[in-house]
Structure formats: structure tokens, C-alpha cells
């Protein structure tokens, strides 16, 4: 099957005009102009772009019911605690997990996001709808260990990296969720395991001001938080250091890491986060609605740290449209290389989940996750403006080459 446009955004590879994607048994077997290329059966779609599927580097697919609920405030942990009390009454049984994670699958779909890196409470209940549909990605299961809670770390940890559920698609992951929820021993026996199996792991890292303050003194509004979930005792040991030293010295940080947000770091942080390899999910809406002083995300880039995009969860954010991050990055940051802006939302993302061969670009050998978005007004805009300019929304996205939303197009 070939796939033809007016453009085709590799995204590994320079632009190309009048292009086409061949696509055999869900790869893609060549790319290039559709003059060069065999023809067989060909879907024309015409004055509209073909990119790489987008990949949501963080979310919490399972939290898309609280769409709207808990408006994001300059008080994180306020709104931290709202949350956490929401999701004990709406997310208790299997159904209202399941529903919930069908919905933002079908919601990031439509978006064209055919990867993720999602965090989860329940991993059993999340990974059996992960793993019946056609998402690519990595479940992270969750780990909450501090105070009295520290007693389940061994129980969370195993349902974390259990293989139960993985497909080819969907690898399980662990995520330590952030270091004032997961005491320093705790983070280094979520490391160790993880290594142990080569498993992937996620943590919100650096993500409020406080966090610093909590880990030092245990003062702040993290620390009250903790006291007012009931989870404070006696034994909590204090870190007596920045969340980056800590997270270094746990042997957190690495190349099968992600770190979400990194939105507090100092210039010694992001050369520790570039030595070990670590991945960073900025997410840009999220950040934004907390109110964060700008992200360092271009200072990152330019040391050479994978910085890749994440909706967080639809608690925080507006959609769970990657693309809606990128055309947000672009309008604050009109500077911004629009081939870099589009790197993040696509192969930096794949790397950082461990699919960098398989997914990612659109490359000769790799999975055909591909998303098609109109030119508009038609065939008036540059690729660029049509995708980061524009408010298009895909009308179509593969993964494997199947059509996710079977929406009208030209077959000839
Ligand atoms: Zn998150």
C-alpha cells in the first residue's frame, strides 16, 4: 500500500515534496517522491501532510475522567491533595479505571498519538486495555512509598514490572512517583529492579519549587501535604539534599529513565541529567497552568539531553494532543527550530521509551504509526505552518498501517 501527499515529514530526514510512504505487512518498505516509488494500491490524501505518529512521553491515561475537576492552581500541593481525594471516590472499581483509560486512548488516537509513556495506579486493570488496543508504549506502573506506606513497596514493585499483559506494543515500566512520595531507599530498590530486568522508569523530578525545601527540612507545603494525607510517621528519613542529588545518588537517573517535568534545575542539575542519559518530559500546557517559571527545555537540548513532549493527564491539561503541545511550544517560542519542536514530539519520545528503532520517524524498516493532517488553507501553507501554525486536526492516523479512525479519503 502506498500513501501519498503533498508532503512527507520524515522527520529523521529532510522534507519531501509530492511524497510517499510505501507501507508492507505494517512497515514502512520505502519513502521518498511518489514518482520514484512502486505503485500499488495508493491512498491519495492530496494537499495534507504525512508525519510520524506523535508520542505522549507522560500522561495518566487512567485520570482522563477527572478531565476538568481539578483546575490547575499556583498551589501544587493543594491541588495534588484534591486530586488524590478525587480519585479515591471516582477510581475505585475496575470499570471506572477501564472506562477511564479507554477514553483517553480513543482521545489520544484521534490526536494522532500512537505512543505513550503512561503512568498508572492500577497496571492490571490499565494494561489489559493497553494492551487490546493499538497504543505502542511503555505502562508505568506507580510506586508510592513513604511513612507507614513504605510497607508496600515490595508489593507495588512486583505488580509494577509484572509481564502480565505485555504484548509486543506495550512493555511494562515502574514509576517511583516522585522523591517526597518514595523515601531514598525505596527509589534505590526501584532502581535496582527495574536494572535488574531492564525495565524502564519514569518519576516526576524537580517538578515545584517545594520539593527542594521537603527534602532538606521537611518543611513546606509538600510536607504538610504528607501530614494531612495521614501518611507522615516518625521514621521518615530526610534526604538532606536537592532532588537531583538525590535521584543521582538512588541511581535513579540513567538512560532508562524519564524524567517528567524537570521544571526547577539549576545548570549543575541539567549536566547531571545529561551524564547519566536521562530522558525529560517537558509538558508545556501543564507547566503552564501551574504557573512555573520558563522551562529550560532549549538549554537541555543544547547539552544534548532527549527532551521529549507529555501531556500529563487530562487533570492538568486541556487535551491529550501532542500536537496541541507542539503548536503551544511554538506560539511561546517562535525562536524554536519547528524541526526540533517536531523531534520532541515524535523520536525524542520514542527514545526515550525504548522504541527509537521500531517507531519514531518515518524510516525504511520501522513500524508504520503514521498520521495524516490536512493542508490549511488548502495547499496555501508551508509544511511547517500546516502542522505548527495551523488548528487541523488528523484525519487519519496507522499504527502498523491500519487505519485507526477510517475516515474519508481518495483511494485511486
Ligand atoms: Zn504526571
Known sequence: MMLKSRFVVPVDAPVIKNGAVVVEEGRISAVGPARDLPHGGVADYGDAVICPGFVNAHTHLELTSMAGRVPPSEDFAGWLRTLVEMIKTSLCTREDVQNSVRMGLSQSLAAGVTM???????????????????????????????????????????????????????????????????????????????KEIGALLCIHLAETRDEDLFLRKHEGPLADHLRRSGVWDDDMPLAECGPLELVSKTGVLGSSTVAAHANYVSDADIAQISNGGTSVAYCPRTHRAFGHPPHRFRDMLAVG??????????????????LDELRFVRRMYPDCPPQTIMEMGTINGAKALGFGDAAGSITVGKHADLVVIPLEPAGLRSTWESILDGDAQPTEVYVEGVPQLGRKRTTL
Do not use: K, M
Not at 161 to 182: K, M, W
Not at 310 to 322: E, I, M, R
Open 305 to 322: 539531553i532527549n527532551v521529549c513532549i507529555g501531556t500529563d493527564s487530562l487533570a492538568s491539561n486541556p487535551s491529550l494532543s501532542v
Open 116 to 194: 505513550v509513556g503512561d503512568v498508572t495506579r492500577q497496571p492490571v486493570w490499565t494494561r489489559e486495555v493497553l494492551a487490546a488496543s493499538s497504543i505502542r508504549g511503555v505502562s508505568f506502573g506507580e510506586v508510592i512509598a513513604v511513612g507507614w506506606t513504605r510497607h508496600r513497596l515490595a508489593e507495588l514493585l512486583e505488580i509494577a514490572l509484572s509481564d502480565t499483559h505485555q504484548t509486543d506494543r506495550i512493555r511494562a515500566g515502574v514509576s517511583p512517583h516522585a522523591p517526597y512520595t518514595v523515601e531514598p531507599d525505596a527509589l534505590r530498590t526501584c532502581a535496582q529492579q527495574a
